[in-house]
Nanobody, 111 residues
Framework: QVQLVESGGGLVQPGGSLRLSCAASGIIVSVNAMGWYRQAPGKQREFVAR???????MYADAVKGRFTISRDNNKNTVYLQMNSLKPEDTAVYYC?????WGQGTQVTVSS
């Protein structure tokens, strides 16, 4: 059974940084494509970033150059480093693999 547990969200001022973590069990992150998605209030869930088994990374245009996805194979955990945060980055952030989802972690960017 796949379980994904996100953490690291919180309240941050515009221009600040946060690092989200996604601890996985029941699946090996290094051999699967792991993704981060987000859902803002009143909006549909949208793609943020993905890391393939090869290590190749992909990003939504809205976060390119500001966010970095990575993984720690020893900890079986995927990370999302978010820099230069903007109010429009406010959302619940979800980790996903093979249509399995975590419970999400809230990120709020506000002064």
């Amino acid at each position: 059974q796949v379980q994904l547990v996100e953490s690291g969200g919180g309240l941050v001022q515009p221009g600040g940084s946060l690092r989200l973590s996604c601890a996985a069990s029941g699946i090996i992150v290094s051999v699967n494509a792991m993704g981060w998605y987000r859902q803002a209030p009143g909006k549909q869930r949208e793609f943020v970033a993905r890391i393939l088994s090869s290590g190749t990374t992909m990003y939504a245009d809205a976060v390119k150059g500001r966010f970095t996805i990575s993984r720690d194979n020893n900890k079986n955990t995927v990370y999302l480093q978010m820099n230069s945060l903007k109010p429009e980055d406010t959302a619940v952030y979800y980790c996903s693999v093979w249509n399995n989802w975590g419970q999400g972690t809230q990120v709020t960017v506000s002064s």
